[in-house]
């Protein structure tokens, strides 16, 4: 494969976001062809709750290939014994992953803290993120620190960073939104496929893409909104799923959930505070039974906040002002309202009317909400590569 050399990249474009970019890794990012472009193997490595994020890795190996370049797709899911031996000058490295909550899904962070040392392997992230369309314009989901996280990783383990691209695919966020349009899914894959294969050529003929960092100060700001999602957010919405009466305990949930997080107890399903809301169970029960209880959410959230915590306060003395004491006291009662509230609902579901209650009060339960199931759209796109 022949170098094409730099091209005009968003560092000469930016000469701020350099600067601050220095102040973040240390050291300039390198321009790429240190090594005239030439490398002798690809890894992808992807974690992908519902396709976004392995299509967007399936089609930068379409591409790798085209040019002649060794490529290996490697699932976080099941990573084979030698997926991460012999990197080293030569390997270009891909990590594909979703955004969750600004920031990266808690299992590929966990796999970048576990990476072994680069040792000069070059390497590049793309996001996925909540692409939408109103009318003919498509709007961008927001990385916050996702990329941010993973450069720092990659940056303290040696790699030499090539490139940082949000990918604004579908959003498979259907617990907050009613699902796209199959025709509008259809649309935002095609544009996505066409400006990934862009980047991919460009940096895998020894360019750099790092798009990613052009909107770094909406992403610092949200910084904090991640560090609550990872603290918080993450759990409550871990406790938002149940399966309803449809559910026919065919057991493809549990099989296909990447962190385990589903279990049987008493004839129902349970989500444990382990699930990443990668929203793969949901968007994939063939009965549609799994849906998301909003209204009882609502319900537990207004006990806790709205009764117990003003209750345990006064009776606790606590001012109302900031006190590590009130903050420990709200917290403990915010996890017992959710952690209880589940098992209670689960439980009363013995009875028709809980059930009607919390399947009426639910908006993933109505017909008009769908579901995010990219599969059709992505098997009618050309074939990765040409
Ligand atoms: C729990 C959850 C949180 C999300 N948070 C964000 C976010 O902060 N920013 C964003 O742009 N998209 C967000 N999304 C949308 C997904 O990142 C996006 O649809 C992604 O392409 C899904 O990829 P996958 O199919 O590979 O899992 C979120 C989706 C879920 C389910
Ligand atoms: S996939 Fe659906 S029907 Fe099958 S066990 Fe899970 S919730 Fe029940
Ligand atoms: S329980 Fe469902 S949403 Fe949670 S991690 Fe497993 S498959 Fe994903």
């Known amino acids: 494969m022949k170098g094409l050399g ?11 976001a350099s600067a601050l970019l220095f102040c973040l890794f240390g050291s300039k990012l390198q321009e790429s062809n240190d090594m005239d472009g030439i490398y002798r193997e690809l890894r992808l490595f992807y974690f992908s709750g519902t396709g976004n994020s392995k299509a967007a890795a399936q089609w930068v190996a379409g ?45 590929v962070l966990s796999f970048l803290a576990q990476l ?23 709007t961008p989901g927001l990385s916050g620190v996702a990329l941010l996280m993973a450069a720092i990783f990659l940056k303290a383990k040696g790699f030499r960073l090539v490139g940082l691209r949000p990918l604004d695919m579908p959003s498979n966020w259907v617990s907050f939104h009613p699902g796209l349009r199959a025709a509008v899914v259809a649309s935002i894959l ?46 409550y919405l871990a406790k938002s799923f149940y399966a309803n009466a ?46 998301t209880q909003h209204g009882l959410l609502a319900l537990w959230t207004w006990l806790a906040s709205g009764l117990a915590i003003p209750a345990l306060g006064s009776w606790l003395g606590l001012s109302a002002g900031f006190s590590l004491a ?9 996890w017992l309202a959710l952690w209880g509230g589940y098992e209670l ?37 050309r074939r990765p590569g040409r």
């Open 190 to 235: 095609g544009r996505c496929q066409a400006i990934l294969q862009r980047s991919a050529r460009r940096v895998l003929e020894g360019g750099t893409d790092f798009k990613g960092l052009r909107s770094l100060p909406i992403d610092l700001a949200l910084a904090p909104v991640a560090l609550l999602y990872f603290a918080a957010g993450r759990f």
């Open 116 to 138: 072994p040392r680069g040792g000069g392997a070059a390497a590049f992230v793309v996001n996925t993120r909540a692409g939408m369309k109103m009318g003919r314009w498509f």
């Open 246 to 291: 449809d559910c026919d305990h065919c057991g493809l949930c549990q099989r296909h959930c990447p962190t385990s997080s589903i279990s049987e107890r008493g004839g129902q399903l349970r989500w444990s505070f382990t699930c990443e809301s990668c929203m793969r169970c949901l968007n994939a029960c063939p009965r549609r039974a799994i849906q």
């Open 345 to 381: 609902s689960a439980w009363a579901a013995r009875w028709a009317f809980w059930r009607a209650l919390r399947d009426r009060s639910s908006l993933t339960w109505w017909r008009f909400w769908r579901r995010y199931d990219p599969r059709r759209a992505l098997a009618r796109m």
């Open 6 to 16: 730099m091209r005009t990249t968003w560092q000469e474009a930016d000469g701020r």
């Open 326 to 334: 009130g903050l420990l006291a709200q917290a403990l009662v915010w």
């Open 63 to 107: 591409e790798a290939e085209a040019l002649g370049l060794p490529t290996r797709l490697l699932d976080l899911e099941r990573l084979p014994a030698d997926a991460l031996e012999g990197l080293g000058p030569g390997c270009l490295v891909g990590i594909f992953s979703p955004t969750h909550g600004f920031n990266l899904p808690p299992l």
